[in-house]
């Protein structure tokens, strides 16, 4: 039996490092993404949205907020948008819950695992893949409506400049803990829906049980458990509006610690994974 | 797995056991997926503890079910090319190259949501190659094919080792397919290595028999061949007749005398499957 | 002598998609292989065999009967199927026992038919763990339990030793040999050609949802004409022993693959293993070993399914 195969050449030039390999795990998972109608539309209309939300607050505060001095807490009710919150928990969600449960359900984890990357790099890759996507409608809003707000007169160049800044580090507070939970939900399971009602679970289940018990019990500080009012007390402090129900270091503390454990607890889980069936 | 030692050449190595044997874990230890509770281990030269660079320079095909369905034949190759290191051009180059190799035509551009199960192995196949390693691991790679499928696929294994340089571990349930591409062959069971070496010398068996399949009377054959002074008895569809100086001779004298027809002459050669099971069965203590 | 299955232009499609195209041949007797390349027919075959399809255009007979809707018949036949999934939280005794008490045995009689059925397959020990911790070899063996526990007359097995590792493959081959020893019939199909030769000469060749080859194999392959039968004989003398078949005028080609090996290739392997004996007695060279490396399975298939 004969088969004429051509020979395949040999590789003369040495691999690239880490970086690049990082690198090309991003950008094809973010090509990928973008092929995904459900990830196009709420991209786009969660920027579109929540930009326009914050850019109409500005313009028309004066009827929607009288008596709001136009300084720089001015800018913490663009942040405390409700719009932001259900596009993230979207966000997280919709792309997300799939980024990883989606190679555990394929079992294409074993291709990645045998390449010449970490645990760590894969990692490293997948959050890099969600947080400049749910950044788009956590820091994107925050940061262009102070700048559009300086550009057409209304308020000054430096509380704006110092609006940015402090959008940018809420922003990505608030988007570090999405990316972190829906990751590690999303290394949990197979089935991405779970980990996709996973983390509507963590937003609404938490956040709307937390109102109505601390409304019916008058304790606010039930309110520490709803991730969405631990963002607006920071948020609080940051742009020095008036003080909330609870405070800004136990709400910061435990959106960091959120995050950190959840990152922890994704990576020890991904090292634990059994990937090649025997 | 426990306390295995085994030191493998270049070449072409077939790793067998039965289920529970330990090649699982023993593969996914070259892989530098798994740490050792104890001991050491080196592959290609460096200690299984660089899992990273290690892994640079081994490609690796598993037996379950692990392509991106979404992604094309072309994509899924070029995409792993580039994780483990190449840069985009060369990367892509290689994917066309290696998958023209392994004989994905134009199905290179579908889904591999599409494909059938003979493709798949071969996608399975080109990601493996397509960053040149020195070292090819391979898992049940003929599984789900059907014979055309499995004869293309063992030809493919056997072009790669037989490449100067390059080394494959075949594991395999199928243990003809071993014995032929395989020069080197590692026994495994309950964790420890029970046989290890040359398939030519673990295999020589009884070289002092002669084994023939005649179409004819069987029995007939063996009373003249006995009467001739050599010692012969029925084994399965043939004769195996004891070696002495002239039984070959003998054999077509009692064919002519009888009428009857010789269809296979040669030695008694001993399968790696009758290996195998005599090796297991000793050690085995049963279950399952 | 008829076959135990009879067909005769059986086709079966699914919408546009060919299963069967006017299958015929007639086979059964013994055991059987089944070989072809996926999507040939295969599994409709089986599934028309067992009753579960009807075909849309000729007959189809096992047993002298037609196993549509035959419920009698169906409990003749032991079928093991190709898909692995067992029910993960059953035992394997529990396993067998439910299939049968389902098909109407008393439990009695089903618990100790199980446990019959599974000491066949060598699945004793292992038979109160549930099935889900079993490897794919002892799935196998557990279908074929479930196939056997009835007593059937036939077996229809679709890709039995599939994924299985070397011990359970021989322990199945093992049984259903047992199985046609005792009288019984199976049908085998499987990919690896090896192991069907290894319990049977009979197979039967599908491709394209049509019969191509039916019967022993050593038959087919001498009718086919076209590939010259490859005979390899290890002689001192290749040269001289080449002179001494030149007479044979079935023969095609001499070649020389070795300092000691002489290669025939003939259009008539019977006459030439008829006539060979008595050329090597009468004065031809000394012939140390024979062997036909194209007389197989797995040659037939390739010659005649490419």
Redesign the interface.
């Known amino acids: 039996?004969s088969?004429s195969?051509?020979?395949?050449?040999?590789?003369d030039?040495p691999?690239?490092?880490?970086g690049?390999?990082i690198r090309?795990?991003i950008t094809?998972g973010l090509r990928?993404e973008f092929k995904r109608p459900a990830a196009i539309v709420t991209v786009g209309v969660g920027t579109l949205i929540t930009t326009a939300w914050s850019i109409i607050s500005v313009f028309f505060a004066p009827f929607l907020l009288p008596g709001q001095p136009l300084d720089l807490s001015f800018f913490y009710t663009m942040a405390a948008n409700p719009a932001i919150l259900f596009f993230v928990t979207l966000m997280a969600s919709v792309i997300g819950s799939g980024l990883i449960a989606?190679d555990l359900d394929?079992?294409?984890?074993?291709?990645?695992?045998?390449?010449?990357?970490?645990h760590r790099d894969y990692l490293i890759a997948k959050a890099a893949i969600l947080v400049p996507l749910i950044s788009m409608v956590a820091i994107f809003p925050l940061v262009l409506t102070p700048f559009l707000a300086a550009l057409l007169g209304r308020f000054s160049w430096v509380i704006v400049l110092q609006a940015i800044g402090l959008s940018l580090v809420i922003g990505l507070l608030l988007t570090a803990f999405y990316a972190s939970v829906s990751l590690f939900l999303s290394s949990i399971t197979r089935r991405k829906s779970y980990a996709a009602a996973g983390v509507f679970a963590v937003t609404f289940g938490l956040t709307i049980p937390a109102e109505i018990l601390s409304l019916a019990t008058r304790n606010q500080s039930l309110l520490y458990l709803s991730p969405w009012e631990d963002f607006l007390a920071v948020a609080r402090a940051a742009f020095g509006a008036s003080a909330g129900p609870i405070d800004w270091p136990g709400a910061l503390a435990i959106l960091l610690g959120v995050t950190v454990l959840a990152s922890l607890a994704t990576y020890i889980r991904m090292r634990a994974v059994e990937?090649?069936?025997? | 797995m426990d306390d295995l030692s085994v030191a493998i050449p270049e070449g072409a190595i077939g790793l067998?056991?039965?289920?529970?044997a330990g090649?699982?874990?023993f593969?996914?230890l070259l892989?530098s997926?798994v740490r050792p509770t104890s001991g050491t281990a080196r592959v290609l030269g460096r200690d299984i503890q660089d899992?990273?660079?290690?892994?640079?320079r081994?490609g690796?095909m598993?037996?379950?079910?692990?392509?991106?369905?979404?992604?094309t034949g072309v994509g899924l190759v070029t995409?792993?090319g580039?994780?483990?290191?190449?840069?985009t051009n060369?990367s892509m180059s290689?994917a066309h190259?290696?998958l023209?190799?392994v004989?994905v035509e134009e199905e290179r551009y579908r889904k591999i949501a599409e494909y059938?199960?003979?493709m798949k192995q071969k996608v399975k196949l080109a990601?493996a190659?397509v960053?040149?390693p020195e070292l090819y691991i391979f898992?049940?790679p003929t599984?789900?094919?059907?014979?055309?499928?499995?004869?293309?696929m063992l030809?493919?294994v056997r072009?790669i080792s037989n490449s100067p340089g390059r080394n494959v571990i075949l594991s395999s349930?199928?243990?003809?397919d071993v014995e032929t591409i395989c020069k080197y062959v590692i026994i495994l069971d309950g964790g420890h290595q029970i046989a290890a070496g040359d398939m030519s010398r673990l295999l020589s068996g009884a070289t002092d028999r002669l084994r023939i399949d005649i179409?004819g009377d069987p029995e007939a054959f063996v009373r003249r061949l006995s009467e001739a002074g050599f010692e012969t008895e029925v084994s399965g569809p043939g004769l195996r007749i004891t070696r002495q100086p002239g039984v070959?001779?003998a054999v077509?004298?009692v064919?002519?005398a009888l009428g009857?027809?010789?269809?296979?002459?040669?030695?008694e050669v001993r399968s790696l499957?009758e290996l195998?099971?005599d090796l297991?069965a000793r050690t085995d203590a049963?279950?399952? | 002598m008829s076959g135990v299955v009879e067909t005769n232009g059986v086709s079966k499609w699914y919408g546009e998609v060919l299963g069967l195209n006017a299958f015929t041949a007639s086979f059964g007797r013994g055991i059987t292989g089944l070989?072809?390349?996926?999507?040939a027919g295969k599994s409709t075959l089986f599934k028309l065999l067992i009753g579960q399809l009807r075909a849309d255009q000729g007959s189809l007979r096992m047993l002298d009967e037609d196993p549509w809707n035959n419920v009698p018949l169906k409990r003749r036949l032991g079928y093991c199927p190709e898909h692995n999934q067992l029910y993960g939280w059953l035992s394997g005794q529990q396993f067998v026992e439910t299939l049968l008490r389902l098909d109407g045995m008393p439990a009695r009689q089903a618990t100790l038919a199980a446990v019959e059925a599974l000491k066949l397959v060598g699945l004793s020990?292992?038979a109160h763990r549930p099935t889900r911790t079993y490897?794919?070899?002892?799935r196998q063996r557990a279908k074929l339990a479930q196939a056997l526990a009835h007593k059937p007359e036939i077996l229809i097995l679709d890709e039995p030793l599939?994924?299985?590792?070397?011990?359970a493959?021989?322990q199945i081959l093992r049984t259903i040999s047992d199985f046609a020893r005792d009288g019984g019939h199976a049908l085998m199909s499987t990919?690896?050609?090896?192991e069907i030769e290894r319990i049977t000469n009979n197979i039967v060749l599908i491709h394209n949802g049509k019969a191509i080859a039916s019967g022993d194999i050593h038959a087919i392959r001498a009718l086919i004409d076209e590939h010259p039968h490859a005979v390899r004989l290890?002689t001192p003398r290749p040269r001289d022993l080449a002179q001494v078949l030149a007479g044979m005028d079935h023969i095609v080609a001499f070649e020389f693959p070795a300092p000691d090996a002489l290669l025939v290739r003939t259009r008539k392997p019977d006459a030439f293993?008829?006539e060979?004996?008595?050329v090597?007695?009468d004065g031809g060279p000394?012939?140390?070993?024979?062997?036909?490396p194209d007389?197989s399975l797995?040659a037939v298939?390739?010659y005649l399914?490419?």
């Open positions: 039996m088969i195969l051509p020979t395949y050449t040999r590789r030039m691999l690239l490092g880490r690049h390999r090309a795990i094809s990928r989606d394929t079992m294409a984890l074993s291709l990645y695992l045998s390449r010449p990357i970490t990937v090649v069936s025997g | 067998v056991g039965p289920n529970g090649k699982t874990t593969l996914r892989l997926l899992g990273v660079p290690l892994r640079e081994i690796y598993p037996e379950h079910d692990c392509l991106i369905p979404d992604m995409y792993m580039r994780v483990s290191g190449l840069d060369t290689r190259d290696v023209q190799f004989g059938s199960a003979g990601q190659m960053h040149d898992d049940e599984t789900g094919l059907d014979p055309r499928g499995r004869s293309e030809d493919l072009l349930h199928i243990l003809p179409r070959e001779g077509f004298q064919a002519k009857a027809e010789v269809r296979y002459m040669g030695a499957e195998f099971l297991v049963g279950g399952g | 070989v072809g390349p996926n999507g020990k292992a490897s794919r070899g002892m599939s994924g299985a590792d070397p011990l493959r021989v990919h690896v050609l090896y290890t293993y008829k060979l004996p008595e090597v007695v000394e012939v140390t070993g024979l062997e036909s007389d797995d298939f390739r399914v490419g």
